[in-house]
């Protein structure tokens, strides 16, 4: 499928140079969702400067076109794809404009990745209160979906961080947006999926570390009730905390997997500081084991990329977490950026096959966490289409207009799409949107492909939406902002 999703796109490519007037026809590039199971054509512009964005809205405004934007791509589905209008990559424009290693406040572009950040920040004894799974994104995509990492049940999102921003509107001006400043709108514009307006810079706090290392525990756990328990037991003594679930595991099993949960180190636990925080202890190791390269991985995986051997996969990761971890658990001393982003040194998405994935993550409220996510893990069996990653956070509340956040847990589920379980996997999602919706569960922009107008309607709530449209009439009343999730949900 991805090669005749590929041939689409590049068709289209054909077809579209007679709409390309001012937006000059070799802009127009292909441009695929992160998971590889949808794409678009676009006119891609990368400006380094605002005025050059400021430019690229007249363009849009000339040719009648939209614009979308985009950081690192790193969103599952089509939240930063344009089909066959303008696309803003904002890769360019990454340069930390102000740094204070006194205070450990950051003012930064938003084209800046979290790569970039942490980097930039620890040898000052700083790292970022909140990172995600993977260091490829950059600021301005992190601040549009509110981003949360493996401590959102402690620390929040990303938003609850971020001191202020800039945002250019269509029309050329640049609101300044804080807590104190155009108060609604920062609520709104962080999680608001770029449809308010561009981030031209950002201004962070960071978390102050004493070491380069973390203190980790690893743990078997039994099922899914286990693995909560351990979660609320070590809520008030952790860091982070994350739980990879066996989502192939039945019955009494169902929900078992390994837990990590890690603590920073209190001043004077570290005996050398000065050499943990360098950059080159934090280096991901390429191979496994010290011999095994990770860049060969999705090779000898390839064959194992369906259900029959991911079940295998999945059994050997557990029996071995059983085996070295056990149920009391292990632990050990680990530098930041191997906890956090271990999976970056892997290229995974060569293994996916031609059909990519789909991640499907949901939010339910803590009471009703435990039966949701059994029946959704149930539901998978039932219906012939076990996910192949699934993990789970914890998560707490936040005043962000457009939230995903909510004082419960969250379950991240990859499913592999192919030509033989496509819809089936689509009816699935219809059918765990209903019991997620019924829980008082939410879900994910930056990870989702499958939604429809109705559910967000339900989840977010009507008056949501009118307020979020209400804000977008003032910063973008001729609607000149889309993104393809724009007019699959809202439009
Ligand atoms: C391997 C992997 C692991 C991940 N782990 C996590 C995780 O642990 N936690 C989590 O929360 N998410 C996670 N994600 C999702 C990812 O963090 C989000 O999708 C994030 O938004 C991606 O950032 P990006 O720079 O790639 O933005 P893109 O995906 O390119 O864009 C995201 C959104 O931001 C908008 N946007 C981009 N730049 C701007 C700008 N300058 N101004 C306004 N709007 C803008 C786009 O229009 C789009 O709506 C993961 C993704 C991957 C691939």
């Known amino acids: 499928m991805k090669g005749s999703l590929q041939q689409y796109l590049k068709q289209k490519i054909d077809n579209m140079s007679w709409r390309a007037t001012d937006a000059s026809p070799n802009r127009l590039e292909r441009v695929m969702a992160w998971g590889g199971a949808s794409g678009s054509v676009s006119h891609v512009y990368r400006p380094s400067t605002v005025a050059e964005l400021r430019r690229i809205f007249e363009t849009a405004r000339a040719n009648n076109l939209t614009v979308g934007f985009r950081g ?272 970056d040194a892997i290229p995974f998405k060569r293994a996916y096959g031609p059909g990519g994935i789909i991640q499907y993550q949901v939010f339910i409220p803590v009471q009703r966490t435990h039966e949701t996510l059994t029946r959704l893990l149930e539901m998978g069996h039932e219906h012939g289409t076990p996910n192949y990653l699934s993990v789970l956070k914890r998560h707490r509340s936040d005043p962000f207009l457009m939230t995903h956040g909510l004082d419960g847990y969250s379950l991240a589920m990859d499913f592999h799409i192919n030509e033989g379980n496509r819809a089936r996997i689509r009816q699935l999602a219809r059918e765990m949107d209903e019991v997620v919706l019924d829980a008082g569960g939410r879900f994910y922009f930056a990870k989702d492909s499958t939604l429809r107008p109705d559910v967000v309607r339900r989840y977010l709530g009507q008056e949501t939406i009118q307020r979020f449209c209400a804000l977008k009439a003032q910063t973008d009343p001729e609607g000149i902002i889309e993104t393809n999730l724009w007019r699959r949900l809202f439009a």
Not at 110 to 134: N, S
Not at 255 to 273: N, Q, S
């Open 72 to 343: 690192s791509g790193n969103s599952y589905g089509d939240a930063a794809l344009n089909h066959e209008n303008i696309l803003i990559n904002f890769q360019r424009m990454n340069r930390i404009l102000e740094w204070n290693p006194e205070t450990g406040v950051i003012r930064v572009e938003p084209g800046v990745t979290l790569k970039q950040l942490w980097e930039y920040v620890l040898g000052d004894g700083w790292w970022p209160p909140v990172v995600t799974g993977t260091m490829r994104i950059t600021m301005g995509g992190g601040a549009a979906m509110n981003v949360h990492g493996k401590n959102a049940w402690k620390l929040g999102p990303i938003g609850d961080h971020i001191i202020e921003f800039d945002l250019l509107l269509p029309s050329g001006q640049i609101l300044t947006c804080s807590r104190q400043e155009n108060e609604e709108l920062f609520h709104a514009a962080i999680g608001g999926f770029g449809m308010l307006g561009s981030f031209t810079a950002l201004t962070l706090q960071m978390r102050r570390v004493y070491s380069g290392l973390l203190h980790v525990d690893a743990v078997a756990s039994r099922n899914l009730g286990d693995m909560m328990s351990y979660f609320e037991r070590h809520l008030d003594d952790s860091d982070y905390l994350v739980g990879w679930i066996d989502s192939f595991a039945r019955g009494r099993s169902l929900g078992r997997g390994e837990l990590h949960r890690a603590v920073y180190l209190a001043p004077g636990e570290d005996l050398e500081p000065q050499h943990t925080l360098q950059l080159a202890e934090q280096k991901i190791p390429e191979t496994i084991m010290g011999v095994f390269p990770k860049l060969w991985l999705p090779f000898f995986m390839r064959p194992f990329y369906n259900d029959a051997g991911w079940r295998l996969v999945c059994w050997a990761k557990f029996m071995a977490a059983r085996l070295k971890d056990g149920y009391d658990g292990i632990s050990y001393r680990q530098p930041h950026a191997h906890f956090h982003f271990l999976l």
